[in-house]
């Protein structure tokens, strides 16, 4: 053989051509479900019926299904492996290849054995859709609903459900709908709504490709339409930056932070803040080879940053921008799935491994353990192999912590034990705001399509809860409406939800002492929530005279929560009386009277003091308007749709 | 803010997942080389490391050299290993006489590999090692981790893999056990050669058609097979790719010799 000269790439590398073009990249959807409901066929079909076998397989197939001497079986071409084939179950997740008109799949098939949940785990995790595969004739049985719960866990919110083998119960449409009721019940419970419900054969082939002449009463989707609507993922470029840190490398003059972005966007000349040890330095250059130099980065890209300080920064550490960072906390409530055959108990001590920081924390409690089939919450003292559990960690070092409600990549762990990924959770929140032990069942909050991110992008603002605290007679009433009219003659959406307006109506059935005044603020403190998550700023005022109330309140509101106390002394109040409340107190008409009968306990951590015996009403005002309008200023990236 | 990118290309992806892939593996397992095969995945594979490590790929590269290779492929090596300032190892197999004789007589040679890998492992005490397999090229590999723990003797137990999601890798081993990392598991033939164009990236010229034929796949010489073809540039090849229907391993004898010949051959430590 001669030597052929090397080609240089310059040398075959033509001008004219678009290959390299942005192409639709590739859509993984998992195929979940009971063993034996026909995953691994239905696989075989969608190959073989859009033309993507490769050439010789349909006769290499045929010919082992012969030389077992079955019919054809589809599932064969996936369950690849020998023994496989010989016990006709799939031991692993497999990847498979297709395409449709409109773009390229990767299927991911999870086997249904229970004892191979940690392969379907790792399989689904990967998928942005999942098709729930339910026999026809036996309906929904056990792994059907793990895996349907499995599903909601890995964060997964595309769900459509095939019904196979509508050959064996004879294409009857009722039995079919019997089916389809039943799990569209099951998946209701978990939050999940299944965006089609498709009768089909994969043996046969009926409504994979074309609709079947078999069931002319199904006028919905066929398979293949029905994944052509799943809609990609997009990265989390407009929630808060998140950015793990990998590792710090120096390997010439450069001393590189290296990471993934997970979530936001980052560009030069930011200031970064690196949890959890609250240093901060601004990005000096976003580093690149063989490629031009950026100026700005987003989530999913992978980064490497030059910083103008030379800060102790170490792998496990994240980046952030200052106004958003993750809570600090020593405890944080999961909900984990466990996947090690050794049970988890209360005193265990195992590795929280949160993006690239891991964290040593014991078991504090296993708050509930959840029944598949009933999804009831049930008191247990362990949670054994592939079990659902809610479990309160502690840790000696500070967890930089995100909620999985509104982080989905750092909301998320593993658990390691002895180097081992053993199970998978996402987290709740700290153990003072996950208040959930008092719930009678598993409650799945509604996934709203649109985002805290993109409300406060619409509106300029985000959503805020304005606590004002204060004797009667403070002033707090006079300046939360004239902060309402202020901030809306500025184009923001504000109200104001005044105490004595949600006595009259929600809390009329609340009187004035202790536990009912608690019962009061509880229930303002939830609608003020529901008004802040609809993007609005919430002005509260009510004396709210607790410390543990307005703390109570804090916690239900969350991170949007700002306590002003408007402050002035008793006299100062009295001689006011606006409404001549003080007066009648005073004469023994009203009992449980804040600062003549009943105590008022000055806040000693408020975000804002205003004094309004010793400032001019004016003076307090703009003081007040100008903090708000501080607070409620839309994160880095929430800006794009107002900017 | 106009100015930031809002929508990565396919490739870019891909390459920010691999990049992600190397700096994890660079990071938890030590000392760790990569596999330098040097086909076109393999060259894919240290272009990305470059990327993921600015300029530098900071761990040796290793071809296990079976002394079969085609004339040009050591042309290459010995050009690239230089140009890319690689800290190149090489070693040589074991001869066939050494190998289990059971196995088919192409799969024997090819095992001849396993076993110079195997020594490699054993003689720097590594505890990664990086290869370029792909889940599409072949059943058995679909099957694969990113992060694949191999016991002592390469073995790989694919009965029991470890759990592996949400991008957390498994970096534990036992005492004598290496990882596998695989950080193009997730990549299709036809996207290596869309990002070999994209990026310019040097390969072998055996890929390109010369006289009606062309390797689509690179093994030693006396076990792979040209297959038929005119593709001649990059344009040809993609343009070929997306039309056919011929695996890409259909010039690989140890593919097809037994029905379960390959699946042996990676149990036992095969790439």
Redesign the interface.
């Known amino acids: 053989m001669t030597v052929l000269p090397l080609i240089t790439p310059k040398a075959i590398v033509s001008t004219a051509n678009d290959d390299t073009a942005p192409q639709q990249a590739r859509f993984p959807f998992a195929i979940v479900g009971h063993v034996d409901h026909g995953k691994s066929t239905l696989i075989g079909r969608l190959l073989h019926d859009t033309g993507s076998l490769a050439e010789g397989k349909l006769a290499e197939l045929q010919a082992a299904s012969d030389k077992r001497g079955g019919t054809l079986e589809w599932s064969f071409l996936l369950d690849s492996f020998q023994a496989e084939r010989d016990q006709g179950i799939t031991i692993d997740t497999t990847q498979i290849f297709f395409q449709t008109a409109k773009r390229p799949y990767v299927i991911i098939d999870a086997p249904g054995h229970k004892e191979f949940l940690k392969n379907a785990v790792s399989g689904v995790a990967q998928a942005q859709a999942a098709l729930l595969v339910i026999d026809a004739a036996e309906g929904v049985r056990e792994q059907s609903r793990r895996h349907a719960l499995i599903l909601q866990l890995l964060g997964l919110r595309q769900v459509a459900v095939i019904v196979n083998k509508i050959d064996l119960i004879d294409f009857d449409p009722v039995r079919f709908q019997s089916v389809a009721d039943e799990i569209t019940a099951f998946l209701a419970e978990l939050g999940l709504t299944p965006q089609a419900i498709v009768p089909i054969s994969a043996r046969h082939g009926d409504n994979i490709v074309t609709r079947s002449t078999q069931t002319p009463w199904y006028q919905g989707k066929t398979v293949i339409d029905l994944l052509d609507g799943f809609e990609a993922a997009r990265p989390a470029t407009e929630l808060p930056l998140r950015l793990p840190v990998q590792d710090v490398f120096k390997f010439d003059h450069r001393r590189l932070v290296v990471g993934r972005i997970e979530s936001g966007r980052v560009k030069v000349g930011d200031t970064l803040t690196f949890a959890p040890t609250g240093k901060s330095a601004k990005v000096a250059s976003i580093e690149t080879w063989n490629a031009a130099p950026q100026i700005a980065a987003a989530a999913g890209q992978s980064v490497a940053l030059t910083l103008d300080d030379e800060l102790f920064i170490e792998r496990g550490m994240v980046a952030t921008h200052p106004e958003r960072t993750p809570h600090l906390t020593h405890d944080a409530v999961l909900r984990l799935f466990w996947l090690d055959s050794e049970a988890l108990e209360p005193g265990d001590r195992i590795t929280l491994k949160v993006a690239t920081s891991e964290y040593p924390v014991s078991i504090e409690g296993i708050r509930a353990v959840i029944d598949v089939d009933s999804l009831d919450r049930q008191v247990a003292d362990r949670v054994t192999q592939n079990g659902i559990a809610e479990v309160l960690v502690r840790s000696r070092n500070l967890i930089a912590l995100d909620q999985v409600d509104e982080f989905t990549k750092t909301g998320r762990a593993v658990l390691v034990r002895n180097g081992d990924i053993v199970g998978g959770a996402v987290i709740l929140g700290r153990a003072s705001e996950a208040n959930l032990a008092d719930e009678p069942r598993l409650l799945f909050s509604p996934d709203h399509l649109v985002t805290n991110a993109a409300r406060a992008a619409a509106n300029g603002h985000q959503g805020a809860v304005i606590w004002l605290t204060g004797l009667s007679g403070s002033g707090k009433s006079t300046l939360a409406m004239a902060l309402e009219r202020e901030l809306f003659a500025k184009g923001r959406q504000v109200y104001v939800l005044d105490g004595d307006a949600l006595r009259s109506g929600l809390n009329n059935d609340l009187g004035f002492g202790p536990e009912q005044r608690v019962e009061n603020i509880r229930r303002t403190a939830q609608v003020a929530r529901l008004f802040a998550d609809a993007g609005l700023i919430v002005i509260t005022s009510l004396i709210s005279p607790y410390a543990a109330e307005r703390d109570n309140a804090r916690n239900i509101v969350g991170r949007n929560f700002h306590e002003i106390y408007v402050k002035a002394d008793l006299a100062t109040c009295e001689a006011r009386d606006p409404k001549g409340l003080y007066a009648r107190a005073r004469a023994g008409e009203i009992r449980n009277f804040t600062g003549i009968d009943a105590p008022y306990e000055a806040p000693t951590d408020a975000s804002l003091v205003l004094d309004t015996a010793a400032t001019s009403p004016d003076a307090a005002l703009k003081n007040l308007v100008t903090y708000v309008e501080n607070a409620v200023k839309p994160q880095q990236g929430q800006q794009s749709a107002s900017a | ?1 106009s ?11 891909l ?3 691999s ?2 892939i190397l ?2 593996a ?2 938890r397992l030590k000392p760790i080389t990569m596999l330098w095969s040097l086909g076109k995945d393999s060259n894919v594979m240290v ?1 990305l490391a ?7 790929v ?1 761990f040796p590269v290793t071809h296990v050299d079976t002394g079969k290779k ?3 492929m050591y ?2 090596r010995d ?1 690239y290993a230089k140009e890319w300032n690689l800290n190149l190892i090489v070693r040589d197999c074991p001869p066939v006489e050494e190998i289990d004789p059971t196995l088919p007589p192409a799969a024997r040679s090819a095992a001849r590999k396993t076993i110079g890998l195997k020594r490699v492992i054993e003689e720097f005490g590594f505890k990664g090692v990086i290869a370029g397999i792909r ?2 090229e072949q ?2 590999r ?2 694969e ?1 990113v992060f694949s723990p191999r016991a002592d003797g390469g073995a790989w137990d ?2 029991d ?6 991008d ?1 890798f ?4 036992p005492d004598g056990a290496h990882m596998r990392i695989h950080p193009l598991l997730a990549w ?1 033939e036809l996207d290596i050669w ?2 070999v ?7 072998v ?2 890929y ?1 058609a ?1 006289n009606g034929k062309r390797y689509r796949s690179l093994g030693d010489s006396d076990i792979t097979s040209p297959v038929p073809s005119h593709a001649n ?3 040809e090849i ?1 343009a070929e790719l997306r039309s056919t ?3 890409e391993r259909a010039g690989r004898a140890m593919d097809h010799e037994r ?2 010949a390959f ?1 042996r051959l990676r149990a036992s430590g095969y790439m």
């Not at chain 2, 470059?50 to 530098?56: D, I, N, Q, V, W």
Request: glycine share 2%; proline share 6%.
């Open positions: 803010m100015q930031i990118q809002n929508t990565q290309s396919d490739l870019d992806q390459e920010a997942q990049i992600f700096r994890e660079y990071s272009w470059k990327k993921a490590f600015l300029g530098h900071p085609f004339p040009e042309d290459f050009r889940r599409d059943a058995t679909a099957k981790r694919f009965r893999q470890p759990a592996e999601f949400w957390h498994n970096a534990g081993l299709t869309r990002y164009q994209r990026e310019e990236i040097p390969l010229p055996l390109f010369r540039s990059l344009d993609i229907k011929t695996s029905e379960d699946e």
